[in-house]
């Protein structure tokens, strides 16, 4: 029955893990809660990780060939002269253009005022010539957002134009331009950007359409938020896209060729106009290049995607990350489980850069957070509470249970059960034959250091498989299988132990005698059976795990009872069952131990450089039988015939002098064949 204790301690280890995991899975649940809320904290740090995607991580890509850049330069004001220039520059300029062949002209410029008629109509004549201008607008907002106004060119000029688009930022929060307004909605009507235009003038579309979240043009579907505002997918630093001088195109110092069918956006890239804007690439961008960048993205139809699919990837993400950090802890435990939650989300971040440049932009921020959260909040518990008594094992066992078995327990420390239960188990008990001779003719420090070297020699072999050890018993140890961890195989662990043992006692024995010091010899008993296993002593004072019970004192007993018949290793019957079919043996006797009514079977099994042939077996056994059925003249005969053969065989010149013995006086007729053992 399981004690009290140990039913206490499980109820509160199970009220602790419950506890470690409802931390954890609040800690997600919060993360979730700030993803939902949109947390300005949080998405300030997120909108970094767009950047550092660009800027950092994938860097420039190539470009739409098509798209040039007007530069309203130094050169060009050098030359002629302040900026504004007389509008009959850009009516000049078109007219360059025109001739030039090129497919659209994008003003990032308006003229909102009257410079002079002459001049104005010479500017509104050129526009209407070419055929392919579009000029800009820039809307105005107020606090609360809405669109209050717009400033546009002149009438005329306007009217001259193929169309208008906006040139209007939306800069985040910390400053860096990151979305475009696709569309600016006035009185009904909406106004695309002059990237847009662009995009339409290039891919020789009229009209576009709007939907759920996503811009209609031609067959491009476009992404954009509720308020029509598209994400920028950058295509590098600035100066990327050619960039023409507007008076060396005045100049006729560009050939016509280069100019041919390409899109030229007009507009200021002299630091002096400050018309610079701050992208995820550079602080010091032209709003011109960003214009060029939006027209880029909608012809190569390269967009960043931030829609429900992404979100829904984001809120699977936050789970998963967070319920896999946590599981690492119950896995690989704190110290574990931080290395490998980084690398978790090392692998994380790899495929959200993944996904982003596939265009899918997934969140990095608060995946990161429920994977950290649920590391520390639930991790960090389950350290503190529930792998103390992981910790308390390790204290326990570790000095007598292989590391192993350590392990096992420290990850499921209630398999032990430490409290007290009844296990099936395999003990060993081995002794040193002669020891106390050996001790009283050798020096102190050699007794010592020879007793360590073969105790160090035969702990390494338990520990090899998997056996846990008791104690030692002055030159005597004591081994068991089967606790505090179960083990199912533990008699044949036990035999493939003892093996193992007299193979390495035979090595040592064999290095002793090239030293020229005696050697000695060991024998052990072993018996499989039930047992009580648990903490014994004075709590707080010396307690130590044990097993006791019968199978205990008989394997006790066969230890002492290999000296009788003087050979190394005896079995009991129990544990013979449990491994006959995996390991060799010779049935021994039928004895009866001081205490004990029943019989029991011994069996010597076949271990060691001594072990006997199949055809010995057989021959000792075929005696043993005429011996069991009186025929004492004929199982004389056969043990005498089987020691020629093995003179030292102890047990054959016991039951030689049995076989004289019982012919002499023949033994009752209720004798059963069992020897009843006087000695302990």
Known sequence: MVSSSFLSKWLARVNSTFLSILLATTSILVVLFFYYSQNAFLEAFESKTYDLRFRDMRGAIPLEPSIGIIAIDDKSIAELGRYPWNRVQYARLLD???AAQVKAVLF????????DKAND???????????????AALFEYGKDGKVTGVTRSLPEIEGAAAGVGNINFLPDGDGVNRRSPLLIELDGKLTPSLGMMAAMLALGEKEYSTGSYEVVLGGRHIPVDENYAMWVNFTGPPAGYPRYSFIDILNGRIPAEQLKDKILFVGATAPGIYDMRVTPFDGNTPGVEVHATVADNIISGR?????????????????????????????????????????????????????????????????????????????????????????EMRSMFSSYLSPKLVARLEKDPEAAKIGGD??????????????????ESHPPQEVVSRLNEYLGAMVQVIEKHDGTIDKFIGDGIMAYWGAPLPQPDHAILAMRCITSMAERMHELRGKWESEGVEPFSIRGGIQSGEVVAGNVGFAGKKMEYTVIGDTVNQAARLEGTAKYYGITYLVGENAYKLTAANFRFRELDKIRVVGKHLPVTIYEPQVGPNALSDAQIASFESALALYRERKWAEAQAGFSGLRNQLPNDKPCQIYIDRCIFFAENPPPEAWDGVFNRAEK
């Open 96 to 98: 360059k253009l025109k």
């Open 108 to 115: 990032d410029a308006f003229f909102p005022e009257r410079e």
């Open 121 to 135: 109509q010479a500017f509104a004549s050129a526009t209407k010539r070419s055929g392919n201008v579009v000029l």
């Open 303 to 391: 967009f960043i995607r931030q829609g429900g699919l992404e979100a829904l990837l984001d809120m699977v993400f936050i789970v998963l990350m967070g319920v896999l950090a946590y599981m690492m802890t119950t896995r690989l435990r704190l110290y574990g489980a931080i290395p490998a939650t980084v690398l978790l989300l090392a692998a994380y971040i790899w495929f959200a850069y993944y996904m982003f440049n596939s265009g899918h932009w997934i969140n990095i921020i608060y995946p990161t957070l429920s994977a950290i959260m649920a590391l520390l909040v639930g991790g960090s518990f389950r350290y503190l509470v529930l792998e103390r008594s992981a910790r």
């Open 422 to 439: 009844n296990k099936e188990v395999t003990v060993l008990f081995t002794d040193i034959k002669s020891f106390t001779t050996f001790s």
